[in-house]
C-alpha cells in the first residue's frame, strides 16, 4: 500500500512537470497548425541555459527561467517570421512543419553539441534544496517540488492569459477558427507570433528543471522528449493545450505504477497510452472541449 | 628410386626459383599502399563518450605506429603505414549498419573495428561474418556474440560480460551479504551480468530481494529507489550504461535513501564524468570495476605498460586517459600484433594469429585471453569502493585478496 501512495503521489509530480514538458508543443500546434519537432531541442536549450546560469556564472540555475524567456523571444520572434508565414501560405502546413522542423531539431542537436560537447551534464544539486518534503508520509526531493510548482504555475500563467487577457481571447479565437479571427480584424501573426514564443519559452523553462526529474542533459534527448510530448498531447488533447495537463498527469502516474510493479516495460507507458486513447477516444480526453471552446 | 640425373636436377632447381621469384613478385604487388582500419565512432548520442574515448585511443595508436614508419606486416615482410578510416554513426543502430556495410563493401578495409559497447557491435557481428571478414571487437561484450565458434569475431579490449561480475558475487558471498537487489539495464550488456552474478549467488544459497530491469534509456530512479528500500537490501547493484549511472546515483544521492552497499559499472570505467556529475561525496562508499588505468599493469609482453601509455597519452593529448582511451589503444596494439604473425594476410590468418596470440600475450590491460567463441577471457576486473581521502577520495580494491589495496568500509557510513 505504501508502494502504492509513494507512485501516485510521484506520478502526480512527474506528471505535471510533463504538462509542461508537453504544453508548448500543443500550444504551437493549437495556434498555428504546425507540428514543432524541434520541441525537444528546445526543452535541452533550456536545461543548457541553466547549465551556464550555475556552473558557468554560479547563480541559482531558477535564473535560467527568465533567461529561457528572454532566449525564446531572441530566437522565437526572427524564426517565426522567417518560417511560420511561409509555412501557413502552403497547401499542406502540417506536413511540411513536420519536415522543417525536424531539420531545424536537427541542427540545434548538433550546435549544442558543438558547444557544450556530447557528455553529460548537471545542476547542483543543493541549488535547490538538498532535503525532502513529504506529503502522506512519502517524502520526494525537494527539487521535484520546485519543479511541478514552477509548472503549476506556468499552466496557471497561460490559463489566465487565455480566459482573462484580450490576447488570451484573441488567441483563443485563431485556435477555434484561424479564417474567422482574420475576418473579426484580429492581427492573427502578431498573436501567432507571441503564442510561438510563449510555447518555444514553455519549453525552455521545462528545461531548467530537466536535469534534475532525469539525472543530467545531454544534446541526445530532443527527440525523446520530442516523442514522449506528442504522446502526452494526443493524450490530453491536440490543440487543446490545457488537456495537456490531464496527458501528462496520465503519463505520469502511468509511468510510476509501471516502474513500481513492472519496471521493464516502463518506458513503453506513453505509446501504450496513446494507442488506448486514440482507439478509444481520438480526439484525446479532452477532445470535446476542443470543439466547445 | 633412382636419383635424378644432373640436368633434371637442374631443371628443377631452375624451375623452383621461376616459382619463388613470381610468389615474391606477386607478394610485392600485392601489398597495399596504406593498412585501411575501418571504425565507426558516435559524436552525439548515449554512447558518446564512451565512444569517442576508444576512437582516441585508436588515434592515439595510429599516429605512435606511423611514427615509426607504420606497422610491420609479416605477409609482406614491411613496414606500412595504418590509416583510419572512420563515419560518425551518432549512436544509431540503424546508422551503424549502414556505415558498417559501408566500410566492407565500398571502402573495402582490410580490418573491421567495432565501435564502443554492444549496442553498437551488435549490428556488425552478422554483418562480418556474412561478409567473411574478422571483427575487431574492442568493448562490445554482450554475451549473446559468444555464444558459439566463430572464426570472425574478436573481442580484444573487455572481457566477456558473463565473467565481469563473478568477483563482485563473490566478493558478496565472501561479506556474508544476503539480502541483495539487483536493477539492470534490458539490454544484452547489462541483462547478462546480472544473470551471471545471479548464478553464482544461488550456488551460494542467495536469492536477490529485488530483481528487476528497466529500459535502457532509464533516466528517472527516484521511485525505483523507493520501491528498492521496500525490500530492505544489504547492498543495490545497479548494472547500467554511464547516463544510467548519473541519473541513478543523482537519484540516491537526492532521495535521502542509505544503503549498506552500492555497486555501480562506470565509476570504474568513466571516473571523471561521473564524478563532474554526480560530486564526489555522493560517490563516496560507491563500489565499482576498476579498470585501467586505475588498476596498472607493469609487466607487460606487447606495446607500453599501463603507467607509460598514461604519461604518453597525457603529452600527446593533454588530458588524462580513461579506461576508453585505454581500450582503444590495446585495440590498435592487438591488430598490430596480429598483422605481424599473420603469415598471409587474410582474414582467416588474422583470426588465426589472434587465436595465436592469447593466453600468450599480456598488454596495459592484463592478460589476453580469447576462446574460440570470441570472447575474451582474461583482462578481469576486480572489485573497489571509492572512498573519502582529504578533500578528494580514492579508489581501494577491496577484492580479490591477492589485487586487493586495502580493506572495505561495510556497511557504508551515512554522509
Keep these: ?293 | 628410386m633412382s636419383a635424378p640425373s644432373p640436368k633434371t636436377f637442374l631443371r628443377r632447381v631452375a624451375a623452383g626459383l621461376a616459382l619463388s621469384a613470381t610468389a615474391v613478385a606477386a607478394h610485392a604487388a600485392a601489398a597495399p599502399a596504406d593498412i585501411k582500419i575501418g571504425t565507426l565512432y558516435a559524436s552525439s548520442g548515449p554512447f558518446a563518450v564512451a565512444s569517442q574515448g576508444q576512437y582516441e585511443g585508436l588515434q592515439f595508436w595510429a599516429a605512435a605506429i606511423n611514427k615509426e614508419g607504420g606497422v610491420f606486416v609479416k605477409a609482406f615482410n614491411k613496414k606500412i603505414p595504418v590509416k583510419i578510416v572512420a563515419y560518425d554513426d551518432q549512436s544509431s543502430t540503424s546508422t551503424a549498419t549502414t556505415l558498417y556495410n559501408q566500410l566492407i563493401t565500398q571502402d573495402k578495409v582490410d580490418v573491421l573495428v567495432a565501435d564502443f559497447g554492444s549496442v553498437l557491435t551488435s549490428v556488425a557481428v552478422p554483418l562480418a561474418a556474412e561478409h567473411h571478414m574478422l571483427l575487431i571487437d574492442p568493448t562490445g561484450s554482450g554475451a549473446n556474440f559468444f555464444t558459439k565458434p566463430t572464426d570472425y569475431l574478436a573481442d580484444v579490449s573487455i572481457p566477456s560480460s558473463t565473467v565481469w561480475p563473478i568477483p563482485l558475487a563473490n566478493y558478496i558471498i565472501q561479506q556474508k551479504i544476503k539480502r541483495v537487489a539487483i536493477l539492470y539495464g534490458a539490454n544484452d550488456f547489462d541483462a547478462s551480468q546480472a544473470t551471471t552474478l545471479k548464478e553464482v549467488l544461488a550456488k551460494a544459497g542467495i536469492k536477490p530481494v529485488y530483481d528487476h530491469g528497466v529500459p535502457t534509456t532509464e533516466s528517472n530512479y527516484t521511485v525505483l529507489l523507493h520501491t528498492i528500500a521496500a525490500t530492505h537490501p544489504d547492498a543495490v547493484l545497479e548494472f547500467g550504461y554511464a547516463p544510467n549511472d548519473i541519473a541513478f546515483l543523482r537519484g540516491l544521492s537526492q532521495s535521502g535513501l542509505h544503503f549498506p552497499m552500492t555497486f555501480t559499472i562506470f565509476p570504474g570505467q568513466l571516473l571523471g564524468l561521473i564524478t563532474k556529475n554526480v560530486g564526489a561525496k555522493a560517490l563516496n562508499y560507491t563500489y565499482t570495476y576498476p579498470t585501467p588505468p586505475l588498476v596498472k599493469y607493469e609487466k607487460v609482453t606487447y606495446g607500453m605498460n599501463t603507467a607509460d601509455f598514461v604519461k604518453a597519452f597525457q603529452a600527446a593529448n593533454k588530458k588524462e586517459p580513461n579506461f576508453l582511451d585505454c581500450a582503444g589503444y590495446n585495440t590498435g596494439l592487438i591488430v598490430q600484433h596480429m598483422l605481424d604473425m599473420s603469415p598471409q594476410f587474410t582474414q582467416k590468418d588474422f583470426h588465426q594469429a589472434i587465436m595465436d596470440m592469447s593466453g600468450k600475450t599480456t598488454t596495459l590491460l592484463g592478460a589476453f585471453d580469447v576462446n574460440a567463441n570470441g570472447a575474451q577471457l582474461g583482462q578481469p576486473f576486480p572489485v573497489a569502493q571509492i572512498v573519502p581521502e582529504g578533500a578528494g577520495s580514492k579508489m581501494v580494491v577491496v577484492y580479490p585478496q591477492d589485487k586487493a589495496t586495502g580493506k572495505a568500509v561495510y556497511p557504508a557510513p551515512q554522509q
Design chain 1, 1 to 293: 500500500m505504501e508502494l502504492l501512495e509513494y507512485a501516485i503521489i510521484g506520478g502526480i509530480l512527474y506528471g505535471i512537470f510533463f504538462s509542461l514538458v508537453g504544453i508548448g508543443l500543443n500550444l504551437i500546434f493549437g495556434v498555428m497548425r504546425i507540428i514543432n519537432l524541434a520541441h525537444g531541442q528546445f526543452i535541452v536549450l533550456g536545461a543548457y541555459a541553466a547549465w551556464l546560469v550555475s556552473r558557468h556564472f554560479g547563480f541559482n540555475p531558477l535564473w535560467g527561467v527568465p533567461v529561457s524567456i528572454v532566449a525564446a523571444a531572441v530566437i522565437g520572434f526572427p524564426l517565426y517570421y522567417a518560417v511560420v508565414p511561409r509555412l501557413q501560405r502552403s497547401g499542406d502546413p502540417e506536413m511540411l512543419s513536420f519536415i522543417l522542423f525536424f531539420g531545424i531539431g536537427q541542427m540545434l542537436e548538433a550546435l549544442t553539441v558543438l558547444g557544450f560537447g556530447a557528455d553529460q551534464r548537471s545542476l547542483p544539486s543543493e541549488a535547490l534544496g538538498a532535503g525532502n518534503i513529504g506529503v502522506l508520509g512519502q517524502e520526494f526531493p525537494d527539487s521535484w517540488w520546485w519543479a511541478a510548482a514552477f509548472s503549476m504555475a506556468a499552466i496557471v500563467a497561460l490559463w489566465l492569459y487565455f480566459t482573462r487577457t484580450k490576447l488570451g481571447y484573441a488567441t483563443r479565437a485563431i485556435m477555434a477558427s484561424r479564417d474567422e479571427a482574420l475576418a473579426t480584424g484580429i492581427s492573427v501573426n502578431k498573436v501567432s507570433a507571441l503564442a510561438f514564443v510563449a510555447g518555444l519559452a514553455l519549453a525552455g523553462i521545462a528545461g531548467v528543471f530537466l536535469p534534475y526529474l532525469l539525472g543530467s542533459v545531454s544534446p541526445d534527448l530532443g527527440d525523446g522528449l520530442t516523442t514522449t510530448s506528442f504522446a502526452i498531447v494526443i493524450i490530453g488533447s491536440l490543440g487543446n493545450p490545457l488537456g495537456t495537463v490531464i496527458g501528462g498527469l496520465v503519463f505520469g502516474l502511468g509511468t510510476m505504477l509501471m516502474q513500481t510493479y513492472y519496471s521493464s516495460w516502463s518506458n513503453l507507458v506513453p505509446y501504450v497510452l496513446l494507442l488506448v486513447i486514440v482507439l478509444i477516444r481520438p480526439t484525446g480526453l479532452l477532445g470535446k472541449a476542443v470543439r466547445s471552446v
